[in-house]
């Protein structure tokens, strides 16, 4: 046996006993931070990390088997997604008188000829049925019921009478 060949073989011995260790090492790290982003739970966290440390590379196999499927991110935005779904659900208008889908600028439903908004008389823009002046160019309206009729006894649209808003507006005019 040639001399420094002890040596040599040590040397091997000493490389590959660290280098396992440091691939177990990077499993147990590996593993603990892959529970992190699928876990809250501390506990399972440090469990996780102590199975990879006692059963080595198997360890590590049975952890990726049985692990959470989604991370915390995966979760949370599918929940987000699931919130927008649901919010424009929510947001599409539906008729009031028969429950069919309608658009946010018609004026009556298609379905039922219910009447759903009406156009300003002075600037054409869309207003709810109940409101008796347009926030666009605050013109006195002709005002419809929530059912859908034409209010005779309102109050508040006869033209002698100067609409509200108008002596308001003045009045903050004067005072600046
Ligand atoms: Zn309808
Ligand atoms: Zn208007």
Redesign the pocket.
């Given at each position: 046996m040639p001399a420094g060949f002890d040596d040599i073989l040590l040397v091997a011995i000493v490389f590959v006993v660290v280098m396992l260790a440091a691939f177990w090492l990077a499993m147990i790290i590996w593993a603990y931070r892959d529970m992190r982003s699928r876990s809250r739970d501390p506990l399972a966290h440090l469990l996780v990390a102590i199975i990879v440390f006692l059963l080595n590379a198997p360890g590590l196999f049975i952890y990726i088997l049985l692990r959470p499927r989604a991370t915390l991110s995966e979760t949370y935005e599918r929940s987000l997604e699931e919130e927008a779904l649901l919010q424009e659900i929510e947001e599409r208008p539906t008729c009031p008188a028969c429950g069919q889908r309608v658009q946010h600028d018609w004026q009556a439903c298609p379905h039922c000829h219910h009447r759903l908004k009406k156009a300003?008389v002075?600037?054409?823009?869309l207003l709810e049925l109940p409101w008796n002046i347009?926030p666009?160019?605050t013109?006195s309206q002709v005002n419809y019921t929530s059912d859908g009729t034409i209010a005779t006894n309102s109050r508040h649209v006869k033209p002698s009478e100067p609409a509200p808003i108008d002596a308001k507006w003045v009045a903050s005019q004067q005072v600046e």
């Open positions: 300003c002075n600037c054409d823009y347009c666009r160019c013109t």
